[in-house]
């Protein structure tokens, strides 16, 4: 009953439960706005990959190969403690914001590529050959067939951009972690970290459980449009 | 008679390779030509260097008296020359209709409404406005064909190019498509086919082009082209293909 007692002692619980769910919705605000921009400025890195002059392709693949390549919490810490270095000085969420969509917009450019890739050059063909214009093949033509195709690995993404939001407690951000941990120094029990795990849990399984769905209904629903 | 289509001195490269050398051909309006010749002869290329699918390197091609050539008018002139493919390369995340709809309303700049209009009397003339809600998965090969013919027609273009458009195709389902082609073709419809259809060449060409390596050979009209070719080659291909 000791056990009990430690991890899971309702009346701590209690206490932290308002300021854990304020950080439930910091870390929610977080990841949506994280992944809205990851996914926005990865299809526009994606277009400028793939289309753009050759410089500009250049820029492009090496931006997305070193996003990739930093561990995101060396860029957050980076972008927190020494940008206010050249007067670049930024709230804990916007800093967090901006780690976490730099370098989740270089995953999607990569996704958004790979899905692009793979739609057929008659497609193009065809659609070039009606005198349509970039931006309308793009949007009518590609774009709507490399959505489905790049729907399982995005979904992924998006959790892990959801995940890494609890690097942000890293620099003070009041998220759900960060006010787990408080609670957990305050009451001298880890009961609050126990709930936190619980609420990302509850957070994010059923997205990972729609993923498996949808590679699931893929798998089997063969091309079907 | 003016002509929709002017070839010139054209040669195409891919790297080193030439693929076609010194075309020069002209398509009147209302014209049929069909393009025949073996495998590997240059006739897709040839056809896919007149909306610029293909680049081609020297000399010139002219639709309706615009040399085709990258730049801001390159749009304008694919809207007058409509492509049917081997494949078909229908949309197929949008409906029939919305297949055959889509680049009047974001090229044409018509009224949504209007474009659907039309589509579903270009459906109807191909024999396919039953089918206007379906998916082209939905669809046979030859019914395919028949939809990415009216999505071709949609732009009314000044010439339409067929590249194989039957090939594809399982035997039992060539002829709905030819008898499309052939109304088209009635209906003063400016066509250039590439085909091994002779029976359609006989019938509804106005005029034959046979090529080999990259070159124009002979044309003639289909009554002396089958019948009295010229070329030594253009025999031994027709013996070939005649008698098979
Ligand atoms: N993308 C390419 N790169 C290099 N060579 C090519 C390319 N496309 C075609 N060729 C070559 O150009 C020549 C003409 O090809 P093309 O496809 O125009 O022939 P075709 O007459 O249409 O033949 P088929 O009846 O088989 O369709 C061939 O030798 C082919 O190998
Ligand atoms: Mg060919």
Redesign the interface.
């Known amino acids: 009953m000791e056990l009990l007692d430690t991890f899971f002692n309702w009346d701590v619980f209690v206490d932290a439960f308002p300021l854990m769910l304020r950080g439930l919705g910091v870390t929610v605000l977080l990841g949506v706005v994280s992944i809205i921009l990851g996914l926005v400025g990865g299809l526009l890195l994606a277009m400028l990959r793939l289309y753009g002059y050759a410089p500009i392709r250049w820029f492009s693949r090496a931006y997305i190969d070193v996003m990739r390549s930093i561990p995101l919490l060396v860029l957050l810490v980076l972008i927190y403690y020494a940008l206010p270095f050249v007067g670049i000085r930024l709230s804990s969420f916007a800093a967090a914001a901006a780690a976490l969509s730099l370098v989740s917009c270089a995953y999607s450019a990569e996704i958004f590529r790979s899905g692009i890739e793979a739609i ?1 050059r ?2 193009f ?9 970039f931006f ?1 093949t793009m949007r ?2 590609i774009l ?2 490399a959505m ?1 195709i790049v729907m399982p690995p995005m979904t992924s993404n998006c959790i892990n951009v959801m995940k890494d939001t609890a690097l942000a407690s890293v620099v003070a951000m009041p998220d759900l972690l960060k006010q787990a941990t408080q609670a957990q120094a305050l009451s001298a029990n880890p009961t609050p970290l126990v709930g936190a795990a619980v609420m990302y849990l509850l957070l994010l399984l059923p997205m990972v459980q729609l993923v498996s769905w949808v590679e699931r209904r893929n798998a089997a629903g063969g ?3 | 008679m003016s002509n929709v289509i002017e070839i010139e001195h054209m040669n195409k490269f891919y790297g080193q390779f030439q693929a076609l050398s010194d075309i020069n051909m002209t398509v009147e309006q209302g014209e049929v030509v069909v393009i025949l010749g073996p495998s590997g002869s240059g006739k897709s290329t040839l056809i896919r260097c007149i909306n610029l699918l293909e680049a081609y390197q020297d000399g010139d091609v002219r639709v309706a008296d615009q040399r085709v050539e990258n730049g801001p008018k390159l749009a304008g002139i694919r809207c007058e020359v409509g492509m049917v493919f081997q494949n078909f390369n229908l949309y197929p995340h949008l409906t029939v209709l919305a297949n055959v709809a889509l680049a009047p309303v974001r090229v044409r700049g018509m009224s949504r409404r209007d474009a659907q209009v039309r589509a579903r009397a270009l459906l109807e003339k191909v024999g396919m406005a039953a089918h206007a809600d379906k998916y082209p998965s939905q669809l046979s090969g030859g019914q395919q064909q028949r939809v990415a013919i009216a999505r071709t027609m949609a732009m009314e273009p000044r010439v339409i190019l067929f590249d194989e458009p039957t090939s594809a195709l399982d035997p039992e389902m060539v002829g709905e498509v030819l008898d499309v082609m052939q109304s088209l073709a009635r209906s003063g419809v400016t066509m250039i086919v590439v085909t091994h259809e002779m029976g359609f060449a006989r019938k509804v060409a106005d005029r034959v082009i046979f090529m080999e390596n990259g070159r124009i050979i002979e044309q003639n009209n289909p009554q002396d082209f089958f019948t009295a070719p010229q070329e030594p080659r253009t025999q031994a291909f027709l013996q070939a293909i005649l008698h098979h």
Do not use: C, F, L, T
Not at chain 1, 125 to 133: H, I, K, V
């Open positions: 057929p008659g497609q063909e065809a659609s070039a050959s009606q005198g349509m214009s309308n009518d033509v709507p067939q489905r091309k079907r449009a």
